[in-house]
């Protein structure tokens, strides 16, 4: 039984315009880490939207959790690759946005803050920002802010977790050692994942399956199972299998680059 | 020794106002300019202590209705920014009937208050509010309208009603534009009193101008432009530092956070 899942899906953002994407199925299982990669403009921005139920679709379905979505989702956390961090709110504050708005923390957040707050504080040492809780947004440096927004994705339990391009803005050192900070917050306690990215390296390193996507409208046109024994090491990037993988995922990026 | 910079930058206003004032005193005792055309500062100081209660007297007057008509503006404009700001819908409504509003010179409006409440301290505070509450809707919707997608997504996604993220998110960060155009709504509120004063009141300092200058009382008239000047500029500051309290993180400094 598959967790997510997309029948024939399109959507045009305007009625009768062009399509954004186009006939797209796809299966997601409980727990499975997918990476979409495709080129810019291709729709995998829109493809969040629909699962996380903000957009309908204009034509097809989208199933979360057995049932067909109708609206906003509250068992999806979502990150974009700008943190968007409140500035008049500290990190923990931040991180505890969506307490205050999702049911039931929203209606028992006055009994048990002591509670939350200590959640997110062990949330936010997870990710190594222990102690950085009273600390304001921008004290922060730009990797710790994607952190602290990953935190704020996380806080509230989500069975979903919608990434899109998390990491796209942070230099390749920062961005490794987040991808092993996903990594490791996964495998803890696994959550169903669904990160769109441009970075190949990166699908394939943090994803159980990896979908490419085509132009604009965008359809998948390959789904390819990333076959890597975990826990994955960062050393594995260095390996002949990965170096396969992403070899082949980029000739199949290339064909549509050209096409 | 060299004077440090910040004490330079903190002198300096007061330095260049002293100057200025210097100067005019030696252009009109240099060139013997007669006080009924333009009365040197020394003469505008005594004609203040001379009329001194009298001016405070008319001056308490401006500032009530200045603050009365800006409590207005404020109150008007941020409710009428923040619906427009909120919805496309009433931003289109009310745009042209807003600029078209704005654009009509108030001292064309203060004869219309005049014969619907008399004349005194109802056009006066009036007056204040129509100059000085745009500037306040501008700024309010301005904020909640560049509001980042991304985070109104996060939120909707979580369920959010529009009224969560207008409470968690617009308002807070409509503040800072607020408090901007707070600062320019009082001092245009000055504006607006003293030119309802001037033309249809017996109480203020525009009216006091008025009185003076049909006496050829130069002095105090200058008197008069000095005390709203005053008066401006302590409002300016006042509101300055309050910004600087409430919204001290969207003018943050990297050296000195807070």
Known sequence: MSFVSFENVSLAYAPGGANAIENVSLNIREGEFVAVVGPSGCGKSTLMKLVSGLKPPSEGYVFVDGREVGGPLKIIGMAFQAANLLPWRTTLDNV?????????????????????????EALLAKVGLAGYGDKFPWELSGGMQQRASICRALIHQPRLLMLDEPFGALDAFTREELWCMLRDLWQQQPFTVVLVTHDLREAVFLADTVYVMSKRPGRILV???????????????YTDAFAGYVHELREHIGRIRES | MAVKQSTLIKVAPWALTITLFLVWEIICTGLKIPDYLMPAPSAIWVAGVEYASPIMMHATQT???TLAGFALAVVVGMVLGLAVGASPLIYKACYPLLVGFNSIPKVAFVPVLVVWFGIGTVPAILTAFLISFFPVVVNVATGLATLEPELEDVLRSLGAKRWDIMIKVGLP????????SL???????????VIS???????????????????????????????IGVMGVVMYELFAVLENRLTGWAHRNPNAPG
Request: aromatic share 10%.
């Open chain 2, 173 to 180: 960060r409509s503040l800072p534009y607020f408090f901007a």
């Open chain 2, 197 to 227: 004063e001037t033309v249809a009141s017996n109480l203020g300092i525009g009216y006091l101008m008025m009185s003076a200058s049909s006496s050829m009382n130069m002095p105090l008239v200058f008197a008069g432009l000095i005390v």
């Open chain 2, 63 to 65: 500032l009530f209705t």
């Open chain 2, 183 to 193: 600062k320019v709504a009082i001092t245009l509120a000055f504006v607006g009193s």
């Open chain 1, 96 to 120: 505890m946005l969506p307490l205050e708005i999702v049911e039931p923390f929203r209606s028992n957040l006055k009994k048990e803050k002591a509670k939350y707050t200590a959640d997110a």
């Open chain 1, 223 to 237: 789904r390819k199972e990333i076959d890597l024994p975990r826990p994955r090491p960062l050393d594995v990037t």
